[in-house]
């Protein structure tokens, strides 16, 4: 890999640092040639640390290591993207991530939409709501539903509907997102699941 480390006349590069698994951003560091290199041949990241004037293994002191999984280098070569796996908290404050965030899995929109139905479950008394009202009406109903819009999704599927095929696997997603918070699931344990398949 040809990284540029004399762009900024300092020989450093900054490395941001990215959970290998949840995506999260853990923290930003800067490498010399002789960090990099380091944390190749250790497969434990190192860096340069400005104020130390030194190498530094993260780590090295707290046993939080950063376990490298894969580096990549941007467009301009001035810039490494470094995926690990962490052991323990990355911030010296014992926070998960230099911005005091919980390194935990997400995804996108859909962790948006379990926490909307999340909330519908908690207020399940709210007479307008659609989600509410099959919470409400309890788990035989809500797998009926995950039923029907599965029927429906196989029966779009045979078809040349794009239109119709995707609605309907929306609404069996969107159900089945249901069924699991009403038997006290989210999106995350099927994905540990599929995980310890692979």
């Known amino acids: 890999m040809e990284i540029d480390f004399n762009k900024n006349n300092d020989g450093l590069v900054p490395a941001i640092i990215q959970d290998a698994k949840t995506k999260n951003v853990l923290m930003l560091g800067y490498m010399n040639q002789e960090a990099y290199q380091k944390t190749i041949e250790t497969q434990k990241v190192t860096f340069f640390s400005r104020s130390k004037q030194r190498l530094w293994t993260k780590g090295e002191e707290s046993g939080n290591f950063l376990n490298l999984v894969e580096i990549k280098n941007d467009c301009d070569k001035d810039t490494l993207l470094v995926f690990v796996h962490p052991v323990g908290p990355t911030c010296h404050t014992g926070s998960d991530t230099c911005w005091n965030e919980e390194n935990k899995q997400e995804f996108g929109f859909l962790s948006e939409?379990?926490?909307?139905?999340?909330?519908?479950?908690?207020?399940?008394?709210d007479e307008k709501s659609y989600v509410a009202s099959l919470?409400?009406?309890?788990?035989?109903?809500?797998?009926?539903?995950?039923?029907?819009?599965?029927?429906?999704?196989?029966i779009e599927a045979k078809d040349d509907n794009e239109e119709l095929?995707?609605?309907?696997?929306?609404?069996?997603?969107?159900?089945?997102?249901?069924?699991?918070?009403?038997?006290?699931?989210?999106?995350?344990?099927?994905?540990?699941?599929?995980?310890?398949?692979?």
């Open 113 to 125: 939409l379990e926490n909307t139905i999340s909330n519908r479950k908690q207020n399940s008394d």
């Open 135 to 154: 919470f409400r009406k309890g788990i035989n109903k809500v797998a009926q539903k995950v039923g029907e819009e599965a029927v429906e999704v196989v």
């Open 165 to 198: 095929f995707l609605n309907e696997s929306a609404d069996l997603l969107f159900h089945y997102l249901i069924l699991l918070q009403a038997k006290g699931y989210t999106l995350k344990d099927v994905v540990q699941v599929l995980e310890k398949r692979a």
